[in-house]
């Protein structure tokens, strides 16, 4: 097949994967939409007004205000964080926030309190986001194998609803899968720079749970160095900057309470996680009850994805299973925590020259969760549909690898 008409081909199996993509995003549209007009209007008025404003970018933007003041004590605790927050914005009764980041994660946000709070939404997007998108076009590039990379237009478009739900959201997901994405890229060439990367995941720990797996199945010694030493520098000059008394509150008061957070509250952000220890707390279950029951579903299935990655001779199959098995495995994610994970799906599909209709479904499913969730409101047997299809995706996966016999076509770039 001359590349010709591998491109058209390429070209029909992507517009077959963006259709089913962009209707599965319309279908959940009566809940996000306007959620991005308000977040587009508050960005073009510049008034924090409550529908603006209760956005989890207020967290970052108080922690920054506050960083730059001196005196952070009041992020963590829940009592004292919210009346900082209320008395940031000038608005009373703004939804019950918390905050659960270590105190590292300040030296990230700590920029944000230097601008107003439109200007600091609008700057952490861009410069997240751009970041984020430069490393997708580093990956693809990369999995390409020396061929023509896929279109950055397309990737953009399948990536489409990860993007726009940070916007919504006004999140740290750009952020973090960044991190993620770049780690990977550098763990076999710049040791160093990865594990610089993997100590920023420790700002949010239940997303690198699984790397140290990798890394010994990969005999990256050199990156687990540099991981932990960059991990204690991080936590080091926290200490000196921040001083001590933010970790031992973050140990006291912000973990214990989020553990309540998990096990006790409810509302929207339950169906906002892709989990299946959420979807059953969301259908009624005792966080106990659901965490057993999370476990006997995803526990056999992750030790598979763990044998499959040991025996995987492709670096970037080990890189799949190991995303896959991490929101598989851990039960507090978010769909706004995906874009590592969506980033590979993506441009193993625009890679794709051929895939079958299952295939194809599969793949708009997972591109197109981040919009296509919440299921507030549905019926209680819908609400196990997100994490049925990322135990779906990492199932696919294991059989790719485990399975003997004719396996689906992969990228050619393989990883020592």
Not at 322 to 334: D, H
Request: charged share 10%.
């Amino acid at each position: 097949m001359d590349e010709h008409t591998t491109r058209k081909v390429a070209a029909g199996g992507q517009g077959r994967l963006l259709a089913p993509m962009l209707l599965l995003c319309a279908a959940n549209a009566v809940f996000w939409l306007p959620q991005l007009v308000q977040v587009v209007s508050g960005l073009a008025g510049g008034d924090p007004a409550p529908a603006f404003a209760n956005r989890d970018l207020a967290n970052y933007w108080l922690a920054g205000q506050l960083a730059v003041s001196g005196d952070v004590t009041p992020l963590f605790r829940q009592e004292t964080h919210q009346a900082a927050l209320q008395a940031a914005f000038g608005l009373e009764a703004m939804e019950v926030r918390n905050w659960s980041y270590p105190p590292h994660f300040l030296f990230v946000v700590l920029p944000l309190g230097l601008m107003s709070y439109p200007a600091a939404y609008a700057a952490f997007l861009l410069v997240t986001g751009g970041w984020f998108l430069w490393t997708v076009r580093s990956l693809a590039a990369r999995l390409a194998d020396g061929a023509p990379p896929p279109a950055f237009g397309l990737l953009t478009a399948l990536l489409a609803p990860f993007l726009l739900l940070q916007v919504i959201a006004g999140q740290n997901g750009f952020f973090f899968a960044a991190v993620f994405l770049q780690a990977l890229l550098w763990r076999d060439t710049r040791p160093a720079a990865a594990g610089v990367m993997i100590a920023l995941l420790t700002m949010k720990p239940q997303l690198g749970v699984l790397i140290p797996v990798l890394l010994l199945a990969e005999r990256r010694y050199g990156v687990i160095g540099w991981t932990i030493a960059a991990s204690a520098l991080l936590a080091g000059l926290s200490l000196l900057v921040f001083g001590p008394e933010v970790w031992r509150a973050f140990f006291a008061e912000t973990l214990p309470y989020q553990q309540l957070v998990a096990s006790q509250w409810e509302g929207l952000f339950l169906y906002m996680m892709p989990t299946w220890f959420a979807a059953l707390r969301a259908m009624g279950l005792g966080a106990d009850t659901a965490l057993a029951v999370h476990l006997l579903l995803t526990l056999p299935l992750v030790l598979a994805a763990l044998v499959a990655l040991w025996r995987s001779p492709d670096g970037w199959m080990r890189a799949r299973l190991l995303l896959a098995a991490t929101f598989v495995l851990t039960p507090y994610a978010f769909n706004y925590d995906l874009g590592a994970l969506l980033a590979l799906v993506a441009v193993g599909a625009a890679l794709s020259t051929r895939a079958g209709w299952i295939a194809v479904l599969g793949a708009a499913l997972v591109l197109a969760l981040p919009l296509w969730t919440p299921l507030a409101g549905r019926p209680d047997v819908l609400l196990a549909l997100p994490p049925l299809v990322l135990s779906g995706l990492l199932a696919a996966l294991v059989l790719q690898v485990l399975r003997p016999g004719p396996r689906l076509a992969l990228p050619a770039q393989v990883m020592p």
